[in-house]
């Protein structure tokens, strides 16, 4: 049977999506990330960015990106095992590792690239990995990269943690001829991404190390926003030290780009020498070092602290606004099921001015469709109001 010309193969898997009503197209904005943004001629109420403090066009980060690209120009040269480690990227991480409270951190292009990179760095075939049922994709893509033996949990449910925990251990312990020793790595998220939930971080670092695995935390949405300075939930329940691995991006509250992992030395020299996505990568812009570097000021000090404040008082309002008890994060998801129901109620509100993404599998689960809200520090109260009022109706 001959082959489908190329063309009209990837046109009918197009129009299956389609016919899912999972297509997704790219929109176009002309401003910059804030509370309004503008597609062509009109502007839009902007509800779906994860820009929670609003620094993301602020003054400092802008000046910092300059100063950075006047100073080192655009571009890194290579990787920086190849042509050495500007200093942009030295002083992010030790800002990093100071914020986080570890003794050291290394940084990547992306949050992306530091799940793909780390984790097939600490674990490989005879070790086992145990997932949360909703963790990243990134975080997925990288447990299957390292090829470990790949176990999943019910989401947030510490019951099934344990049972997954105890089936492990039992296996590193037996003498069966293809148990050998193994490492157990646990993954979750501190705050998940499309629930807006927190996870239970006592109970599953209790069963870490009752189990003894190690336990690695992705602080993605959490960072900013949790603990004395933002440092995120682990900060904000004192259990800092008793994470292996954290992990995290510099592109959310941070308004920058990038990620990171931080933790003991030994862990970050190891990935140094093993974490591909940072071995074989062009280092990123020192304009982009810098600016997350700004950033991460911005939220230790009196401007972060002030915003944190801001934030929570607009997402408590919001809630209850529309009757919702869960005020945990500033990620609110309005579940309506159906692919199609929740595309035309994202149409209906960009119609009204609203930017609101209708959230839809692969990333939710089937028939978990959402609009997915999310809320700033740079929201007005009337804004969000208007919001909760199209919500309602």
Known sequence: MSMKPFREELEERLAALRGQNLFRE???LDSPQSPYVRMGNRAYLNCSSNDYLGFASHPALRVAATRALEHY??????SRLVCGTLTPHQELEETIAR????ESALSFA????AAVGAIPALVGRDDVIILDKLVHASIVDGARLSGAKLRIFDHNDTGDLEKILQWAADRRSSPAADAGPSQILVVTE???SMDGDLAPLAEIIRLKEKYGAWLMLDEAHATGLYGPTGAGLAQAGGFGSQVEIQMGTLSKAVGASGGYICGVKPLIDLLINRARSFI?????????AATAKAGLDLIRGQQGETRRTTLWHRVESFCAELGLKNTESAIIPFIIGDEAKAMAKAAALREQGVLIPAVRYPTVA???ARLRITISASHSASDLSRVAQLLRE
């Open 110 to 113: 992306s949050g992306y690239d």
């Open 190 to 192: 501190s705050v998940f």
């Open 73 to 78: 120009g655009a571009g890194s040269g290579a």
């Open 280 to 288: 074989f990568s062009t280092a990123p812009m020192p304009a982009a």
């Open 26 to 28: 790219l929109r176009h």
């Open 99 to 102: 914020f986080k409270g570890t």
């Open 366 to 368: 089937r028939g978990q």
